[in-house]
């Protein structure tokens, strides 16, 4: 693997023998005039040295590695069997045979889960059914004496399916990877979710559909339909109006509760619609899962004919289905309106854009810690969530996970900030928005300028996540640096720009919000930068040793921090044999030299959160050497939600909130800080006070109540 320098140089080989100069001497440019020389260009490298760039800028690339095959019939095909499965699929058929096979390989192949049953209504069928007979064990097949036409065979195969979960399925498909796990995971996210459906496909790979939007005339639009699948606006989990039927999955319960498919719709079409809304009268959502992705052979069964056969029930129906629900449809905007809300049912809703400098990495950073923590707190008030990265070139498992929480992610071309793109996606849609929360001024300026210079009627609001000048001058003030000092005073100007014209600014470090009150005459609110589920019942002090720092060590102070640590405290307390466990993501080769000269040194990069929770519960003390930096610090507070005592400098603690009971201490000399240590791990009873308070601290001041009510304030001017 290379080091950061040597992919750095590889980097820079690229570019001098590339014909692409003069665009990435542009971008640099551009960089260097946001934030200095020295910052600007290790920003442009890094994105450009480390990033996965983007495959969904190519409007033309469709390739989503779709399984699409006739599958060759060698050998019988054992599917699952289960006395009590958790889904029943459900597949209708009508002739089609061969298509029906290929839907079951695709099944057996792709779902990611086994846990289910294949049930097969076949509607009385003139074609033989000894393939399937043949070709599949533990197969459920149905064979009615008389054709009932395609809703009410669904119904009479429902009542006999013993799933938890029952999923319908049309033959003239095929699922792709993961499939039914990914499924199955929408009734994980909330306990209201009674309906979920795929992204549906055509064969060749363009968009079918991303949910449907129903509208006040009972149409229904198939959104996204032969558009390329790639796009953000399909790629998220959201509520949808509904699902068409060829690839559902509902709760079981609840299927038979609501009475399954409204048989006013026989033989076909709008029962799926209907179902839908029933399940929403019922109280429960219809959501939409992009990466459960189906192929469907649109047409197969019944043409694409409204004029003739059993597809003219798409006309009749329409009209059964507008007087059902012409009450529910008033409320619903005119054929193509209000897209932009009616495509996720955000109508009426708190819609929030997020700019910031790239997506969330909350194992990595302490400052995506906390923009992850906000945007959990607004979903959990019920706002709609957008975010924009100006760098997109981050691993894709970051946008996934946003993806999953429903959250839509603006990537690609259309979106980028190198060629300002992203100004014709405001200039379209930012009166959609009831708040656009801005992170950082290095990033946020041209956006804020740009949406002061347009009209728009929300909140602007700025979150710079601490005084970044004061860390730049206190290190210029250290080291008698006159650049250093002018870079600080330009990011000072840049940030007081943001606070003064922002309509409101978050502060998380009370010392902040009292140094800025003194000039800064827009409002200034505190919150709490994380939350934390405090631990419960933590190891006991016996069954705890060792010493943790947890830092990414792309930020400079946790460098500095470490460096001092090891040169001027730990050689002591090597000496007593006590550990030290070093966490963090780009841990420099330097400090991998001093594992060398003390064997006790455990370094660990790049781990998981639940990794990273179970050396909490193992390690006796947290250690935060810090000697500059601004802002709570998120390891801090970590520590003690997990029941670990901090021995740290003054700048650890700086910015939280303090009164008489507080009863951590900065410790800022070698000698202190080795006797502290000492002090907090030899005592048994000093450990379970520190321990015992750090919990009781961050259950009072650092909960997701506290940091929602901030945004309720701003947002909605209530608490």
Same mark, same amino acid.
């Given at each position: 693997?290379?080091? #950061? ?81 958790? &889904? ?33 209504? =076949? ?96 149409? $229904? ?19 949808? =109006? ?76 329409? #009209? ?11 409320? #619903? ?47 959990? !008030? ?13 691993? #894709? ?8 929480? $429903? ?98 600014? !978050? *502060? ?27 631990? $419960? ?105 997990? $029941? &670990? ?7 650890? @603690? ?25 002090? *907090? ?8 006070? !520190?321990?015992? @308070? ?5 259950? =009072? ?19």
């Amino acid at each position: 693997m290379k080091s #950061k320098a040597g992919k750095y140089f590889f980097y820079f080989k690229r570019f001098v023998n590339s014909d692409n100069k003069k665009k990435v001497a542009k971008e640099l440019a551009r960089e260097i005039k946001r934030k200095g020389i020295i910052t600007g260009t290790k920003s442009l490298l890094h994105k450009k040295a480390f990033g996965n760039i983007s495959d969904y800028d190519d409007e033309t690339n469709l390739s989503l590695d779709l399984s699409i095959r006739n599958y060759t019939k060698k050998q019988k095909i054992i599917l699952p069997a289960n006395a009590n499965p958790v &889904v029943s699929i459900i597949i209708p058929m009508y002739n089609q045979v061969e298509y029906t096979y290929n839907c079951i390989c695709s099944i057996f192949n792709n779902s990611g889960y086994d846990d289910y049953e294949i049930i097969v209504a =076949d509607d009385n069928s003139s074609e033989s059914i000894e393939l399937l007979r043949d070709n599949f064990e533990n197969l459920v097949l149905i064979r009615n004496e008389a054709n009932l036409g395609f809703l009410k065979n669904c119904n009479h195969a429902a009542s006999k399916a013993r799933g938890q979960y029952f999923v319908f399925l049309n033959n003239d498909t095929q699922v792709q990877k993961n499939w039914l796990k990914e499924l199955l995971s929408c009734f994980a996210l909330s306990d209201n979710i009674g309906l979920a459906g795929s992204k549906l496909l055509y064969e060749s790979g363009r968009l079918q559909e991303a949910g449907g939007i129903i509208w006040q005339d009972g149409s $229904g639009w198939n959104y996204g339909n032969d558009d390329n699948p790639k796009r953000p606006e399909y790629n998220y989990v959201k509520e949808v =109006d509904y699902i068409s039927g060829a690839s559902v999955m509902i709760d079981a319960g609840l299927w038979r509760e609501i009475g399954g498919f409204d048989e006013l719709f026989a033989p076909a079409y709008y029962e799926d619609t209907d179902l839908c809304f029933q399940v929403r009268k019922e109280g429960y959502k219809v959501m939409y899962q992009p990466f459960s992705a189906v192929v469907h052979f649109e047409g197969i069964t019944h043409g694409t004919d409204v004029n003739k056969g059993v597809k003219k029930y798409q006309v009749v129906n329409r #009209k059964k289905f507008v007087d059902k629900w012409q009450q529910v449809l008033q409320c #619903k905007s005119q054929n193509g309106e209000n897209v932009f809300t009616e495509r996720d049912r955000t109508t009426g809703k708190k819609i929030i854009l997020i700019v910031d400098h790239y997506l969330p990495q909350p194992d990595r950073d302490a400052g995506s810690r906390c923009i992850s923590n906000f945007i959990d707190s607004m979903l959990e !008030l019920g706002y709609h969530v957008k975010f924009l990265g100006e760098n997109q070139n981050v691993p #894709k498992k970051y946008q996934l996970a946003l993806q999953e929480k $429903g959250v839509e992610v603006l990537y690609g071309k259309a979106y980028n900030f190198d060629d300002s793109n992203w100004k014709q996606y405001l200039n379209k849609n930012i009166n959609n928005f009831d708040a656009v929360l801005l992170s950082r001024a290095s990033v946020c300026l041209p956006v804020l300028n740009f949406i002061r210079s347009i009209a728009y009627n929300g909140k602007v609001i700025y979150f710079g996540h601490d005084l970044g000048y004061l860390r730049l001058e206190r290190e210029a003030v250290a080291k008698k640096s006159a650049a250093l000092a002018k870079q600080a005073k330009k990011i000072k100007a840049a940030e007081d720009i943001m606070y003064q014209n922002a309509d409101d600014s !978050l *502060v998380l470090s009370y010392d902040e919000l009292a140094y800025l009150g003194k000039y800064i005459t827009k409002p200034l609110h505190y919150v709490p930068g994380y939350f934390f589920d405090v631990a $419960g019942n933590t190891p006991v002090y016996d069954n705890r040793e060792g010493l943790l720092f947890v830092g990414g060590f792309n930020h400079p102070p946790n460098k500095e921090a470490m460096k001092w640590f090891l040169d001027e405290v730990y050689p002591e307390l090597s000496a007593h044999h006590i550990g030290l466990t070093i966490v963090g993501s780009l841990v420099p080769d330097f400090i991998f030299r001093y594992r060398d000269r003390f064997r006790d040194i455990k370094i660990l990069s790049d781990i998981s959160a639940e990794e990273l929770d179970v050396l909490y519960t193992q390690s006796k003390i947290a250690i935060a050497p810090l000697l500059s930096g601004a802002g709570v610090k998120g390891k801090v507070i970590e520590a003690m939600a997990n $029941g &670990v005592p901090v021995v740290g400098t003054s700048t650890a @603690f700086e910015g939280m909130p303090k009164n008489d009971s507080f009863i951590y201490k900065g410790i800022n000399t070698p000698a202190a800080m080795t006797a502290e240590i000492l002090r *907090v791990c030899n005592d048994k009873n000093v450990w379970e006070e !520190l321990s015992s @308070f750090g919990k009781n601290y961050v259950r =009072d001041n650092f909960n997701k109540e506290n940091m929602k009510a901030v945004f309720k304030e701003i947002i909605e001017g209530t608490r």
